[in-house]
DNA sequence: CTCCTGACGTCCC
DNA sequence: CGGGACGCCAGGA
């Protein structure tokens, strides 16, 4: 029972198969706060668990909005889950970018 | 109760 | 194309 809306935020991320990123816009979509892309972050922030793999979640520009301290680790995560940079240090979402949206 | 902050998103200039 | 500002939700002081 979600006690918080982080529990859903979290639901969502772990629902995030491997080798497929989500951006925030859509995960708080899906958890039902579509303008709430801020409360995703914040939740992530706020979370601090290796059972959430926060590396699969950047933002609507294909890119960490992270640090660059962690932005490199979320990149070598994302890279061993089979994801690949562009030059710009940005992620393809046409191809990564997870469809789990559609719930089908 | 009010003000501020935050791993975003989108519009406006 | 780049930068600035507002809006969104939730929590902490």
Avoid: C
Avoid at 68 to 78: S, V
Wanted: net charge positive.
């Amino acid at each position: 029972m979600p006690a918080s809306a982080f529990e859903k935020i979290y639901k969502i991320i772990r629902r995030i198969p491997k080798g497929k990123v989500a951006t925030y816009g859509q995960i708080a979509a899906m958890a039902g706060y579509e303008r709430g892309a801020r409360t995703v972050g914040w939740a992530l922030n706020y979370h601090s668990g290796d059972d959430l793999p926060w590396h699969r979640v950047i933002n609507a520009g294909g890119k960490s909005s992270l640090p660059e301290g962690r932005g490199q680790l979320q990149k070598a995560l994302l890279e061993i889950e089979d994801i690949v940079f562009d030059q710009q240090d940005r992620i393809d979402l046409k191809k990564y970018l997870w469809n789990g949206i559609q719930r089908k």
